[in-house]
């Protein structure tokens, strides 16, 4: 028998919505899981057979009359609606403040005229930008590179403002390079880990921007999926933001030799000029999160990449080479 949560996801149908799903829908818990996607960069697909388990809303999280009934009676609304990546919001960066910063804003609108359920809302180490300091402490100073990375530490300020005026139950989380399962390659902005792997299973080479010594707190799905189920369930708030990464650094160099590895083969690695925006390096300090998710886990790289690689093998055995989606 299944619980009575209500939980209305936005941005479901991408990398991180569809997994999250799948854990809320197996949750004893959780009731109804309301979906809201518009599938710009997402994909009603990666729900697969749990896609008939869900409300499933097609639109646009700026669409205030869609959010206000996505909603409504909801006990917690999980915000990962975005346009990602930082060369795409250095192309556009109008769009992608319409989507991440006035798109938080319309969440939190409809949240706070539904009665206050939690809102559970996706932030980016990338906030941190240029701030030296390692590990990155949710205490240090942000100092973005970006107009995404802007953008998130908006809609995190925004959060903030919500809980200081209304009362609103809020936990801003920032993410480290969250990779796993479900997540594409094949367009323009995917990221380092799919990309590569595509790559490596097409015979091609993977393209490093950089020298490759930079490097990443590479955070599994699961790990992430993990933390918010369990924000939902024990109703975990926080106005400040909270890091969502264990505290490991990974040199894009030693990932690659550890996916070639997993691959069963050396990657041919090719060189290019730094990309505008990046971070140079980036690792969480971990201890909020652990103060308010003591369970967290972190998945072993290796493992993680091991489930990462067995899922793009079975989708190129099954349909071909990914395209599209993130």
């Known amino acids: ?11 479901g149908a991408g990398f991180i919505g569809s997994n999250l799903v799948y854990w809320l829908l197996r949750h004893p818990a959780v009731g109804r899981v309301t979906v809201v996607d518009d599938c710009s960069t997402g994909s009603m697909s990666l729900l697969g057979s749990d896609l008939a388990d869900t409300d499933f809303r097609r639109g646009s999280v700026l669409d205030a009359g869609l959010m206000e009934k996505a909603v409504t009676r909801a006990d917690a609304v999980v915000h990962l609606a975005a346009l990602p990546s930082v060369p795409r919001s250095v192309l556009d960066p109008v769009a992608s403040h319409h989507a991440n910063a006035t798109g938080t804003l319309q969440v939190l609108e409809a949240a706070r005229r539904a009665g206050g359920p939690l809102v559970v809302a996706a932030s980016s180490s990338s906030v941190y930008g240029a701030q030296p300091s390692l590990p990155k402490s949710e205490d240090s100073r942000a100092m973005p590179l970006s107009p995404y990375a802007v953008s998130k530490l908006a809609a995190e300020a925004y959060l903030g403002a919500y809980h200081a005026c209304y009362g609103l139950p809020v936990l801003p989380l920032r993410f ?22 595509d790559a490596a299973l097409s015979g091609s080479a993977v393209t490093v921007h950089g020298d490759g010594t930079q490097t990443r707190d590479l955070t599994c799905v699961d790990t992430v999926c993990q933390v918010i189920t369990t924000a939902i369930t024990d109703r975990v708030t926080s106005p400040w933001p909270v890091n969502l990464a ?33 971070v140079a390096h980036s690792q969480a300090d971990p201890s909020r999160l652990l103060d308010l998710f003591p369970g967290a886990r972190a998945v072993p790289l290796r493992e993680g990449l091991e489930h990462t690689v067995a899922w793009h093998r079975e989708q190129r055995a099954t349909s071909g080479p990914p395209a599209g989606g993130s």
């Open 176 to 197: 480290f390079n969250v990779y796993g399962p479900r997540q594409r390659a094949g367009h323009p902005y995917a990221a380092v880990v799919p990309t590569w792997i």
């Open 1 to 11: 028998m299944r619980g009575g949560l209500r939980v209305t996801v936005t941005g």
């Open 246 to 278: 264990l505290g490991t650094r990974t040199s894009l160099l030693d990932l690659a030799a550890l996916l070639g590895n997993v691959l069963g083969s050396p990657l041919r690695i090719e060189h290019t000029g730094p990309r505008p925006g990046d």
